[in-house]
């Protein structure tokens, strides 16, 4: 698929005439680039920026390269919000193209990610966890409902605004042993969302591979993503108080979320922010562009 498209190619997706994006465009409502023989290129990025902005109608979602987006998904009588029972029940049957359809289609509706994840996936998925209980059948459902949601975030991932050059980086991870995928994926996906340039690590990380990542990418924020009890409640409550005081001396911001993560705001005295959701993510990660604007990263400042 193209990264750019054409006014015409725009056209024929929102279902409106070529002149009205050329008016538009002109009326820099829509970023336009132009190719060596003068023709209007439009990002892909930018089209899809415009598209939410707008609250326009997708009429053909091929021409903008998301085929997943198909009628079945929106309905006959134009876009309607689905629901996280719609996600669940497309997940349960392994119906990958048309959940990752729906995730797009809400993302083009105007939901954030932070919205995605907090009122689409993390019910769905609860939902489907809630159901199996892990019989047999159950680690199946949840392992490829697991990769379906992998893939629809990264879908929409790619269709995000690149981060540009001096983008704040944020680099995290979910701990060792810990072996769920989708909240530190989430997390990430989340952060860019919001123009960071994320770094993340994954599952089953070591604390002190966020420190180095952190180092290398000069980040202005680190994330944990708890899901799992440690298996070594004690060494674990200790290199993670050991890295909330590096970061912190570092000026770093530490956030940790995740379903485990709340015993830790109780159990240990750490500066990291807890949040129990990506809405908090998005507030959290906004607050600390905010204050960090005019410091730089790695000063010395404490939050
Ligand atoms: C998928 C899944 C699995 C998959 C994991 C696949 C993978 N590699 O990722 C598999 C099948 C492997 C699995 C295995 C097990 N699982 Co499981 N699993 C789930 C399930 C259904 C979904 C988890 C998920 O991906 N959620 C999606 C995310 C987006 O939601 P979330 O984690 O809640 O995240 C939200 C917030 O916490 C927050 N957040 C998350 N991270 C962060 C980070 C920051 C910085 C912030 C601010 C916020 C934030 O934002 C999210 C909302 O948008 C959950 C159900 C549930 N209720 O969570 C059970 C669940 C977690 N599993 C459970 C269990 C028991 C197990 C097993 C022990 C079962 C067994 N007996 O084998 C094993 C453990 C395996 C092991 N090796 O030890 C239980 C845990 C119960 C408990 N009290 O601890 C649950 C709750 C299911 C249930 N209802 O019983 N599991």
């Not at 190719?35 to 990002?43: D, E, Q």
């Not at 290199?239 to 940790?256: C, H, N, P, S, W």
Request: charged share 20%; net charge neutral.
């Amino acid at each position: 698929m193209s990264s750019s498209l054409s006014p015409r190619d725009l056209a024929h997706a929102v279902g409106v005439s070529e002149s009205s994006i050329k008016r538009w465009a002109d009326d820099g409502l829509l970023a336009v680039a132009r190719t060596a023989g003068g023709h209007r290129r439009i990002a892909r990025a930018e089209a899809i920026r415009f598209i939410r902005d707008q609250h326009l109608h997708v009429a053909d979602a091929v021409a903008l390269g998301l085929p997943e987006i198909s009628g079945e998904v929106i309905g006959a009588g134009g876009p309607t919000l689905p629901d996280s029972e719609r996600l669940f029940d497309l997940l349960s049957r392994g119906e990958s193209a048309l959940a990752r359809g729906l995730i797009l289609s809400v993302y083009l509706q105007g939901s954030s990610v932070a919205e995605i994840c907090d009122r689409w996936i993390a019910p769905a998925m609860h939902q489907l966890g809630e159901l199996w209980r892990h019989s047999e059948r159950g680690v199946y459902i949840e392992h490829r409902a697991t990769d379906i949601c992998i893939h629809a975030l990264n879908q929409v991932r790619s269709i995000l605004p690149e981060p540009k050059a001096d983008a704040p980086a944020a680099v995290g991870a979910a701990p060792s042993g810990d072996i769920y995928v989708i909240p530190s994926l989430a997390a990430a996906i989340v952060l860019e969302s919001e123009h960071f340039k994320a770094v993340n690590l994954g599952p089953d990380t070591p604390l002190a591979a966020i420190e180095s990542g952190v180092t290398e990418y000069r980040s202005r924020i680190a994330w944990l993503s708890i899901s799992m009890p440690p298996s070594n409640p004690n060494e674990f409550a200790g290199a993670l108080e050991a890295l909330d005081t590096q970061l912190a001396k570092r000026g770093v911001r530490f956030v940790i979320g995740g379903r485990c993560a709340r015993q830790f705001r109780t159990a240990l005295r750490l500066r990291a922010f807890v949040g129990t959701s990506m809405s908090e993510l998005v507030a959290f990660a906004r607050g600390a562009v905010t204050s960090d604007a005019g410091a730089s990263p790695g000063d010395g400042s404490s939050n």
